[in-house]
Nanobody
């Protein structure tokens, strides 16, 4: 069984920084894609940033302020968030697409979410 565990959320003021971390554990053969999504209550979950072997993508709202990075050896992904704004308040979810063995079957996993609250 695979689990994604996030950490690093919290309550900060506008202009502050936070670093989110997500570590995967369990039966993992390889990780194709790692990403961060966020969701405001009542809204759809939206992509914040994604990193794959082909490159990195950011939502327009994250460009220039957020940086996604990965550590393959630790099976972890990080999101450095700078210049936070009240509009960044949301639950942030880690997401991975991975293989659990050498067979070409890929599975999606979500973390439990971590709350980020930015006060004005």
């Amino acid at each position: 069984q695979v689990q994604l565990v996030e950490s690093g959320g919290g309550l900060v003021q506008a202009g502050d920084s936070l670093r989110l971390s997500c570590a995967a554990s369990g039966n993992i053969f390889s990780i194709e894609s790692m990403a961060w999504y966020r969701q405001v209550s009542g809204n759809q979950r939206e992509l914040v940033a994604r990193v794959t072997d082909k490159g990195i993508d950011y939502a327009d709202s994250a460009k220039g302020r957020f940086t996604i990075s990965r550590d393959n050896a630790k099976k972890s992904v990080y999101l450095q968030m700078n210049s936070l704004e009240p509009e960044d308040t949301a639950v942030y979810y880690c997401y991975m697409i991975l293989q659990t063995d050498p067979r070409p079957y890929k599975f999606q996993y979500w973390g439990q979410g971590t709350q980020v609250t930015v006060s004005s």
